[in-house]
């Protein structure tokens, strides 16, 4: 599931950019710098991880890192241009400033229940 996620964020990513190096540090910047601290340390910590080998798809195991990418596949989809997206990503809480939104985060553990086809 964490390998199509990515597909579709990279795939969005795509649509907007041309510049496709810059996906590890689009990356970077918009889901991992919004996650909590300890959310982030889980991943880096896990069998000793060295972060320069780390790819944002080894991110994806953790599910605070993962639901943040799909908010942030969602609002990429959602933009025409980087400013659009930009204001989008201004409006939603960055996880590092959680309040919690019970009914969303329900609807997308649910979805993140349902089995690989």
Do not use: C, G, H, W
Not at 16 to 35: G, Q, R
Not at 43 to 63: A, F, G, M, T, V
Not at 93 to 100: F, G, L, N, R, V
Request: net charge neutral.
């Amino acid at each position: 599931m964490k390998k199509k996620i990515f597909k579709e964020f990279e795939n969005q990513y795509k649509k907007k950019f041309t510049d496709i190096s810059l996906l590890d540090k689009f990356f970077e910047k918009y889901v991992l710098n919004a996650i909590k601290d300890t959310d982030l340390l889980k991943e880096l910590n896990k069998n000793n991880r060295n972060i320069n080998s780390l790819k944002p798809l080894d991110y994806l195991e953790n599910e605070a890192i993962l639901l943040r990418t799909i908010k942030i596949t969602v609002l990429l989809e959602l933009s025409k241009d980087f400013d659009e997206f930009k204001k989008f990503d201004e409006r939603i809480q960055k996880d590092k400033e959680y309040i919690p939104d019970m009914e969303f985060e329900r609807i997308m553990k649910s979805l993140l229940s349902v089995p690989n086809e």
